[in-house]
């Protein structure tokens, strides 16, 4: 005998799940941020000549953790989708935008490639956007919870082209008493 769950035991399944995503997202996240010093905690980055648009320090950990919850809800509705045709490529394609987020504040800040953090996020923002797809063919819920990440990295790349062109010698500027930084 086959028994349909209840919308009580569905809810309770997507809260365990939620429960491991969300902090396994979270913590990708400040791991991310603890590789390098970033923000104001980044000599060189301070040094820099930034556009305008450039929010004030507090909004940057402000935004991300709030992307990285959102998108930790996002992957736990696409787990708890069993059965779903593409839960496997959307599981695959998450993870590996989640691992170009993680090289991003290494290669900006630690190795202060501007123009190949550029690329990366590039590469980040077409494999979130490709994640989001397949997202909305399993659960719109999901996709819809990663669209503020979307509309994030298109404005974190904005600011790192205006970034790169206001500083073209940055991967040379090092201000004095700056901490040490990595190398790729």
Do not use: C
């Amino acid at each position: 005998m086959r028994e349909v769950a209840s919308k009580r035991q569905l809810w309770l399944e997507f809260m365990r799940v939620a429960l491991v995503t969300v902090p396994l997202v979270l913590l990708q996240g400040f791991t991310a941020a603890r590789l390098v010093p970033t923000g104001s905690e980044n000599a060189w980055y301070q040094a820099l000549v930034k556009p305008a648009e450039t929010p004030p320090n507090w909004v940057f950990p402000v935004a991300w953790t709030t992307l990285y919850i959102l998108m930790g809800l996002a992957i736990a509705v696409i787990v708890n989708a069993r059965g779903a045709r593409a839960r496997g490529l959307a599981i695959g394609l998450f993870a590996a935008q989640l691992a170009v987020n993680l090289a991003w504040s290494p290669i900006f800040f630690g190795a202060h490639l501007v123009f190949w953090s550029l690329v990366t996020i590039g590469a980040m923002f077409v494999l979130a956007l490709a994640a989001t797809i397949v997202f909305a063919r399993i659960r719109a819920t999901a996709a819809l919870l990663m669209l503020p990440y979307l509309a994030w990295i298109g404005f974190a790349g904005l600011l790192t082209y205006k970034i790169d062109r206001l500083n073209p010698n940055a991967e040379a500027l090092v201000a004095p008493g700056s901490s040490a930084q990595i190398g790729l």
